[in-house]
Nanobody, 122 residues
Framework: QVQLVESGGGSVQAGGSLRLSCAVSSVTGSPYCMGWFRQAPGKEREGVARVTTFNTMAYADSVKGRFTISRDNAKNTLYLQMNSLKPEDTAMYYC????????????????WGQGTQVTVSS
């Protein structure tokens, strides 16, 4: 089983930056796929960025060029560097792990963190 704990959320003004961290605890080694998802009030949870153990990355169109995902397997930590933040980035951000398939489908992820809130003001 994989346990995930996010941190690093907060409140910033538009144009600012934040770095989210996700501490990964797993008895079976680093998960094949790690992803960041977000959910704004009244909206569905959506994928933001994902990365495999082969360092293959993918980003949602809305964050390309502004967000960077990275994973440090030695430190068992996943990161999301968020720059040029916009008010529409305001959401609860979740870290998730997928053992087999790396996609945007929530069903592929079997471990989720509790979330960290990101609020961007204009």
């Amino acid at each position: 089983q994989v346990q995930l704990v996010e941190s690093g959320g907060g409140s910033v003004q538009a144009g600012g930056s934040l770095r989210l961290s996700c501490a990964v605890s797993s008895v079976t080694g680093s998960p094949y796929c790690m992803g960041w998802f977000r959910q704004a009030p009244g909206k569905e949870r959506e994928g933001v960025a994902r990365v495999t153990t082969f360092n293959t990355m993918a980003y949602a169109d809305s964050v390309k060029g502004r967000f960077t995902i990275s994973r440090d397997n030695a430190k068992n930590t996943l990161y999301l560097q968020m720059n040029s933040l916009k008010p529409e980035d305001t959401a609860m951000y979740y870290c998730a792990a997928a053992p087999v398939v790396c996609s945007w489908s929530l069903h592929d992820y079997n471990s989720w963190g509790q979330g960290t809130q990101v609020t961007v003001s204009s």
